[in-house]
């Protein structure tokens, strides 16, 4: 069984920062990509940035050079500081990763609970 349990949201106001945590953890034989997504209030899940094993980052051009994805060292642990945050950046963030659970099995996306990030103006 594979759970991916998201941390550090909250309440902050306009241009301050929060960083979020993802830990993944259960049956990780591999795990490829990882990544953040968003979803306001009425809105779609949006991608806001995926980091691969390899390292490669990609970001929705709406936080590029404010926000940045990064992997802890042990490599099934997600990270993503928020700076500059603007109001349109309220909502709840999700935690995905491709995990292959064991050597028989393929890559499959997974996905934490959510936590909520509210930014004031």
């Known amino acids: 069984q594979v759970q991916l349990v998201e941390s550090g949201g909250g309440a902050v106001q306009a241009g301050g920062s929060l960083r979020l945590s993802c830990a993944a953890s259960?049956?990780?034989?591999?795990?490829?990509?990882m990544g953040w997504y968003r979803q306001a209030p009425g809105k779609q899940r949006e991608l806001v940035a995926t980091?691969?094993?390899?390292?490669?980052?990609n970001y929705a051009d709406s936080v590029k050079g404010r926000f940045t994805v990064s992997r802890g060292d042990a490599k099934n642990t997600l990270y993503l500081q928020m700076n500059s945050l603007k109001p349109e950046d309220t909502a709840v963030y999700y935690c995905n990763a491709a995990i292959q659970a064991s050597s028989s099995l393929g890559h499959y996306p997974y996905w934490g609970r959510g936590t909520q990030v509210t930014v004031s103006s």
């Open positions: 259960g049956r990780l034989f591999s795990i490829y990509a």
């Open positions: 980091i691969t094993s390899g390292g490669n980052t």
